[in-house]
């Protein structure tokens, strides 16, 4: 008793190491990572190299881990790992549902801790259900061993999780503060108007990407009859499940901060950046009367972007290992056995991904602007992205890869980049909602039926485009995507059988999609800046002679303006 109730309270409560699985994965695992530390501090190689090597690391283990538990499929994963499993029949079934007489002829669910006490043979054989009905009364075969699920693989998950955690939460920390500050650093900036201007063409951006996205997706998905075996008709069960969707003007209105602690306390980036830009603006006012005060809150407003750019440099330095961290704990939380089922969604999905990459590639190229430096720079963020899953985590390494090393203005920078993890979302809202679109039409004939393929085309992607407005930069948004197009479009019905195929892939699917996404928003960023030739001059994404043209044409686009105008003035004399 005292010695289960130590394992119980002690090995499995807090130090998450109760098996000897356990402990031989984490003690392995840190100490490739020590190693890894190490060779890091005694040879100098490029920070992308770095995190490369850390990324090969980390797929590494976790292949060799779901090897080892012969890459199970999803149901593997339930109870956190801790499911009790028993060969019948030649097939592992999952018990935990289920239970078994006690002394005194009560019900008593089947748990690890059961098993431990009680062992296992062939009363076994007698497992009820909640009704006391023999489960397995008719078997052939059952087999005297029961599996307690891959608890280990969970304790092993917390140990490997935590560098993993330490970063994202230290970017996350500065998160809010970078948005901040740096909104508010450009609105109060004497001299700035054009600010209007920059987010309206950035969303028009990113909004358009979405559509494009959408289309391209939606019609791979088609042609290939991806939901052709589904037969969602038989699945429905007359609910439309959780629904995530607003009306078009609450979600405007809720951009608009009503408590400015909670603001500053939550995850949401827009509410920020609106708060900055009313703090900013009401700077610009009070300068009038206050110009030595207002160049003092300048300044402080300056070295304290010093001072939290300092901080993610901090965490920087250990991102390699958490690289390795986030990768190992990917593939060992996630069900690689389910591929087997719904691994061809998930192909169409990376595939309509790439496309979008090949498709904001070839744009910039043709606005000329030099793609091997952009990549060069654009890879950090990309990379961030995907070992986060988080459009907000990744921010304020976009930011500064914006800022620093592609030398784009902070007028462009931080709007456009803050803007888009929450709005226009090219991967989470765009391919996302062009895959769930076109598995529902080729997998349920009502649906096919009922509606022509080009006006349900069209309902689509117009439902996608308004949805993607609202859908927030966080990991997992499958079911917001999934509940806010089908419910847009009038399919709420279809959401459980849907949503059971893109739930069952959405953390494989999140990677890709959020690196896509942060993607998009340094994409965007790039192609409002080449418009509005808001690079500072020591920029190596365009040209000298590129430089010193377009900013002749504005020049000479803003004389005619100022002509104009005065002209006007003249006439109403």
Not at 180 to 190: E, N, Q, T
Not at 243 to 263: M, V
């Amino acid at each position: 008793m005292i010695m289960s109730g130590f394992r119980e309270t002690f090995l499995e409560g807090f130090l998450s190491i109760s098996m000897w699985q356990s402990f031989l994965a984490i003690f392995l695992f840190f100490g490739v990572m020590g190693g890894f530390y190490y060779g890091l501090k005694k040879i100098k190689i490029k920070f992308i190299y770095r995190v490369l090597i850390g990324m090969i690391l980390g797929l590494s283990v976790g292949l060799i881990i779901q090897g080892i538990i012969g890459f199970p499929a999803g149901e593997w994963f339930a109870n956190g790992g801790q499911a009790v499993w028993a060969k019948v029949d030649g097939n592992w079934v999952n018990l935990s549902g289920y239970y078994i007489l006690g002394d005194q002829d009560q019900l008593i669910k089947i748990t690890p801790e059961i098993i431990d006490k009680i062992g296992f043979g062939d009363g076994w054989k007698l497992v009820l259900n909640s009704n006391r009905d023999n489960v397995f009364e008719n078997i052939d075969s059952w087999m005297a061993e029961i599996k307690s699920g891959i608890k280990w693989v969970g304790e092993f998950n917390t140990w490997a999780s935590m560098l993993k955690q330490i970063f994202i939460n230290g970017i996350l920390l500065i998160t809010i503060p970078v948005v901040f500050i740096a909104i508010f650093r450009v609105v109060a900036k004497p001299g700035v108007n054009r600010l209007g201007k920059i987010s309206a063409k950035g969303i028009a951006v990113l909004l358009l990407f979405v559509a494009i996205a959408f289309t391209i997706t939606f019609w791979i998905g088609y042609f290939l009859n991806i939901g052709g075996k589904l037969n969602f008709d038989n699945q429905i069960g007359g609910s439309s499940g959780r629904t995530d969707s607003k009306p078009l003007p609450e979600i405007i209105w809720g951009y608009l901060p009503s408590n400015i602690i909670a603001t500053f306390s939550g995850t949401a980036i827009i509410p920020i950046i609106v708060l900055a830009a009313l703090f900013g603006q009401a700077t610009k006012y009070v300068r009038k009367k206050h110009p030595k005060s207002m160049d003092n809150l300048n300044n402080f407003m300056d070295r304290s972007w010093d001072i939290i750019m300092s901080v993610l440099m901090t965490f920087l330095k250990i991102m390699p290992l958490a690289v390795m961290s986030m990768f190992a704990t990917a593939i060992t939380t996630r069900p690689i056995g389910a591929l087997q089922s719904i691994g061809m969604i998930l192909l169409i999905g990376y595939l309509g991904l790439a496309i979008m990459l090949g498709i904001m590639t070839l744009v910039l190229f043709i606005n000329k602007v030099n793609i091997k430096v952009w990549w060069k720079h654009a890879w950090r963020p990309l990379v961030q992205g995907f070992s986060t899953q988080s459009s907000n985590a990744t921010l304020p390494i976009t930011i500064d890869t914006l800022t620093n090393d592609m030398k784009i203005k902070p007028e462009v920078a931080s709007v456009i980049a803050s803007i888009s993890t929450s709005m226009g979302l090219v991967a989470c809202a765009g391919v996302q909602a062009g895959l769930i679109t076109s598995v529902l039409y080729t997998g349920s004939d009502s649906v096919a039926s009922g509606m022509n393929l080009f006006a349900f085309f069209i309902l689509a992607l117009f439902t996608t485009v308004v949805a993607s407005i609202g859908i927030a930069g966080i990991p997992g948004t499958a079911t917001v995507v999934t509940s806010a197009v089908l419910n847009g479009m009038g399919f709420g019905i279809y959401f459980a059988p849907v949503y059971a195929i893109f739930g069952a892939i959405d953390g494989l699917f999140d990677m890709g999609r959020t690196a896509t996404n942060v993607t998009g928003g340094v994409f965007a960023s790039t192609l409002v800046a080449k418009n509005e030739n808001m690079f500072e001059e020591d920029t190596k994404l365009i040209t000298k002679a590129q430089f010193s043209k377009k900013e002749a044409k504005i020049l000479k686009r803003k004389q005619l303006k100022d002509k104009k105008v005065r002209s006007n003035i003249d006439k109403g004399k």
